[in-house]
């Protein structure tokens, strides 16, 4: 079992910035593959980041490359989102998501654990 409790949304102006943390607790959680998803009403769960925890090898989605970083740090089991440049179609509900294929994947029924969700909103 892995528990996942994400932090940092909030409420910023267009152009501004926020940092996404999310802290992995339970067994072998290291040895997931972990990403970032998104939620905004009325829209599927979209991709935005994966990462290993090796923190070597990233993905992103193409309506964030550029402007947001994720970071992995296996001594604190926390995955970062960075997010610079925010626009208002950024405005969504942020979840954490762990994989025990040990990899990540864009495909959001490959993860077998969420965390609750943080909102974030962008006013423009």
């Known amino acids: 079992q892995v528990r996942l409790v994400e932090s940092g949304g909030g409420l910023v102006q267009a152009g501004g910035s926020l940092r996404l943390s999310c802290v992995a607790s339970?067994?072998?959680?290291?040895?997931?593959?972990m990403a970032w998803f998104r939620q905004a009403p009325g829209k599927e769960r979209d991709f935005v980041s994966g990462?290993?925890?090796?923190?070597?090898?990233?993905s992103y989605a193409k309506s964030v490359k550029g402007r947001f970083t994720m970071s992995a740090d296996s001594a604190k089991n926390t995955v970062y989102l960075q997010m610079n440049s925010l626009k208002a179609e950024d405005t969504a509900v942020y979840y954490c998501?762990?994989?025990?294929?040990?990899?990540?994947?864009?495909?959001?029924?490959?993860?077998?654990?969420w965390g609750q969700g943080t909102q974030v909103t962008v006013s423009s």
């Open positions: 998501a762990a994989s025990s294929d040990g990899f990540y994947s864009d495909n959001a029924a490959n993860y077998n654990y």
């Open positions: 339970g067994r072998s959680s290291s040895a997931y593959g």
């Open positions: 990462i290993t925890w090796s923190g070597r090898i990233t």
